[in-house]
């Protein structure tokens, strides 16, 4: 059974930093693995995935030099560091799996595999 677990969420001021960490559990070889976000009464949004074969990460423009996303293949962990974070950030944080290759990464319909998500709230 494959299992996302992400966990590090939690509420800080805006400028300080936060790590997410996504566990994953009951696979190992996957094409691609991401992290999206939703606010309250707002659609998925894409934030940054890497493709596990040849270790290249990307980022939305939302986000890009601010987060940077890394992965464990001995442990099996995805994480997203979030530096100088902003209180449009604030939204549950999911990471997901995509096994197929695609020209439109940033839609998270195409990711299989989901966790529950965490919550990250940046406000004064």
């Known amino acids: 059974q494959v299992q996302l677990v992400e966990s590090g969420g939690g509420s800080v001021q805006p400028g300080r930093s936060l790590k997410l960490s996504c566990v994953v559990s009951?696979?190992?070889?996957?094409?691609?693995i991401g992290w999206f976000r939703q606010a309250p009464g707002k659609e998925h949004e894409y934030v940054s995935y890497?493709?596990?074969?040849?270790?290249?990460?990307f980022y939305s423009n939302a986000v890009k030099g601010r987060f940077t996303m890394s992965r464990d293949t001995a442990k099996n962990e995805a994480y997203l560091q979030m530096n100088d974070l902003k209180p449009e950030d604030s939204a549950v944080y999911f990471c997901a799996i995509r096994d197929q290759p695609t020209a439109t990464p940033e839609r998270y319909s195409l990711y299989t595999k989901w966790g529950r998500g965490t919550l990250v709230t940046v406000s004064s």
């Open positions: 009951g696979i190992s070889d996957y094409y691609s």
């Open positions: 890497i493709l596990t074969k040849f270790g290249w990460d």
